[in-house]
């Protein structure tokens, strides 16, 4: 059974900082490129970041307005995907979604992704 879980999420003034961590569980995690996505309430669904399954190089990439304050990461020998965001703001107030994805490197859109999460909740409020 498939399952990917994320934790880490909560509230945070502006300006602070949230790791989330993903752990993955019944399919080749390290086969499968993982990826972050969000969603606040009454928008779709959108992209934030993601990392490429390579064993040697992982390429890295990252929506335009995460650039510089979100960090990607993953551990294979672990089957998790971690995020480290930095310098909060309250547009990333959101529910953040783990995915994982087996379409070519670059992918973005959410139906590239065939494993999902159930979202963990963060809100960057004062």
């Known amino acids: 059974q498939v399952q990917l879980v994320e934790s880490g999420g909560g509230l945070v003034q502006p300006g602070g900082s949230l790791r989330l961590s993903c752990a993955a569980s019944?399919?080749?995690?390290?086969?499968?490129?993982m990826g972050w996505f969000r969603q606040a309430p009454g928008k779709e669904r959108e992209f934030v970041a993601a990392?490429?399954?390579?064993?040697?190089?992982?390429?890295?990439y990252y929506e335009d307005s995460v650039k510089g304050r979100f960090t990607i990461s993953r551990d294979n020998a672990k089957n998790t995907v971690s995020m480290q965001m930095n310098s909060l703001k309250p547009d990333d107030t959101a529910v953040y979604y783990c995915?994982?994805?087996?379409?070519?490197?670059?992918?973005?859109?959410?139906?590239?992704?065939?494993?999902w999460g159930q979202g963990t909740q963060v809100t960057v409020s004062s």
């Open positions: 990392i490429t399954w390579s064993p040697f190089t992982y390429f890295t």
């Open positions: 995915a994982a994805s087996t379409a070519p490197r670059g992918a973005r859109n959410v139906a590239d992704f065939v494993h």
């Open positions: 019944g399919f080749a995690f390290g086969s499968y490129d």
